[in-house]
Every structure is written in structure tokens, then in C-alpha cells.
């Protein structure tokens, strides 16, 4: 089981910036894609941004795409989102999850086998 604790999350003015992170215990976690995903009240939970065990491969949502940037430091089995511009819409509960060892980014939510509890990102206008 991939235990994942995200941190970070807050309430922020329009235009303001975030970072969260996500930290893992597992001794693996070098080996896991992992990602990150919202979910607003009384929507579904959405795709954000997803990074390969190295970080040489990124997918970006094109909602967040020039202002979000995923990255991880496998040394310290972190998992980071830095924000920037925040908007009212980036209101969310935000989660980050875990793949598999050996499968590389994905967008799509089944694919994340591992969830954190999320942490929750007001932006307020």
C-alpha cells in the first residue's frame, strides 16, 4: 500500500500562487508515475498534471497548462505542483496518486491505483 500526505493547500487571492506537495514513505516511490488531480464541488474529479518516474515526461491539463508546473524530487520522495495565477475555477480539493512501477504518465483517473487524502485550494476573487 502507497501511503501519500498532500500539504500545502490554502486560501489564496485571485493571481496568487501555491505549492503543494505530496510525500510518500514508500521506498519505491522513484519507481511510481504520479499525478495530480482536482475535484470542485459538484463536479467530477479532473486530470491536472502527470509526471514519468523521472520526470522526463510530463502531460499538462490545458486548463493549467503555463501556469501549473508538476515535479518531483525523488530523492526526498516528493511530489510537488507549483500554482501560479491562480483563477476562482482552480478551487478545488487537489490529490495526488500513484501509478503502478513501471507504467509511465496517464491523464486518465483509473489509472492511479494510489490516492492521498487531498488538500484543499480556495482562490478567492
Known amino acids: 500500500q502507497v501511503q501519500l500526505v498532500e500539504s500545502g493547500g490554502g486560501l489564496v487571492q485571485v493571481g496568487g500562487s501555491l505549492r503543494l506537495s505530496c510525500a510518500s514513505s514508500?521506498?519505491?516511490?522513484?519507481?511510481?508515475?504520479m499525478g495530480w488531480f482536482r475535484q470542485a464541488p459538484g463536479k467530477d474529479r479532473e486530470f491536472v498534471a502527470s509526471?514519468?518516474?523521472?520526470?522526463?515526461?510530463?502531460f499538462v491539463a490545458d486548463s493549467v497548462k503555463g501556469r501549473f508546473t508538476i515535479s518531483r524530487d525523488n530523492a526526498k520522495n516528493t511530489l510537488y505542483l507549483q500554482m501560479n495565477s491562480l483563477k476562482p475555477e482552480d478551487t478545488a480539493v487537489y490529490y495526488c496518486a500513484a501509478r503502478t512501477p513501471g507504467l509511465g504518465p496517464s491523464r486518465a483517473l483509473d489509472d492511479f491505483g494510489f490516492w492521498g487524502q487531498g488538500t484543499q485550494v480556495t482562490v478567492s476573487s
Open positions: 514508500d521506498r519505491f516511490f522513484s519507481t511510481y508515475s
Open positions: 509526471t514519468s518516474w523521472s520526470g522526463d515526461y510530463i
